[in-house]
């Protein structure tokens, strides 16, 4: 059966941290794979997506993410965070027949 | 030019009734999703719509019963509302076949029963 794993539930750092959430799937076929953001009180918004090509996907806001096949993961990195990056964040896989969400990862900046 | 719109933001009400969650997408998508999305986050989905027809139906009780009367519009129409059906309701739609492009979220109904 399809699945995601956000291992981390929730991280705290210091503005101008690096940041590296993990996202870990299972699935034997191909898929296609996102990163999502939800600011407090809002929806959710896309930050990057891979679909195939280079493993290293740039997304927004100098966020980006590497798709490593032989370890089924999905990282997502931002080398110095602001407070404003404070938010849960999502990864999730698609198949060719549904799309899975994580768990989410609860990121709290300190100012 | 809201892409996804639901309404209303905010719905309260008491146990035992029954209330209606509408959505509308001006996106041209054909596919539309109903999420669940708990206290701790957890983003669940309920059902998913393409071009009318029901495709995905996860196990969700029979009392959330959805609605397409368009490919653009994907109504959420909850019977009996329980204490547990508390949470934030977002609906949402993809363009293209299969699942290969994002999802667009809505806003989100936020549903507290009392």
């Known amino acids: 059966a399809q699945s995601v794993s956000q291992h981390n539930h929730h991280v705290i750092l210091s503005e101008a941290a690096s940041l590296e959430l993990g996202c870990n799937y299972s699935?034997?076929?191909?898929?296609?794979l996102f990163w999502y953001v939800q600011y407090p009180g809002q929806h959710l918004q896309l930050l990057l997506k891979?679909?195939?090509?280079?493993?290293l996907v740039k997304g927004i806001k100098g966020f980006e993410a590497e798709f490593i096949k032989s370890k089924f993961s999905f990282n997502l990195r931002k080398p110095s965070v602001q407070w404003s990056d404070t938010a849960e964040y999502f990864c999730?896989?698609?198949?060719?027949?549904?799309?899975?969400f994580g768990s989410g990862t609860r990121l709290s900046i300190r100012p | 030019d809201t892409a996804v719109s639901q309404t209303p933001k905010y719905l309260v009400t008491q146990m035992g009734n029954d209330k209606s969650i509408k959505c509308e997408q001006n996106?041209?998508?054909?596919?539309m999703y109903w999420y669940k999305q708990d206290s701790k986050k957890f983003l669940k989905i309920m059902f998913s719509?393409?071009?009318?027809?029901?495709?995905i139906n996860e196990t969700v009780p029979n009392r959330f019963s959805p609605k397409s009367p368009d490919k653009a519009h994907l109504n959420l129409h909850i019977n009996s509302l329980e204490l547990g059906d508390s949470a934030v309701y977002f609906c949402?739609?993809?363009?293209?076949?299969?699942?290969?492009?994002?999802?667009?979220f809505g806003p989100g109904t936020r549903l507290t029963v009392l």
């Open positions: 996106l041209g998508h054909d596919t």
């Open positions: 891979y679909f195939s090509g280079d493993p």
């Open positions: 949402a739609s993809r363009g293209g076949s299969g699942v290969l492009n994002e999802q667009f």
């Open positions: 719509y393409n071009n009318k027809e029901l495709i």
């Open positions: 999730a896989v698609s198949s060719a027949s549904k799309i899975i």
């Open positions: 699935y034997g076929g191909t898929v296609n």
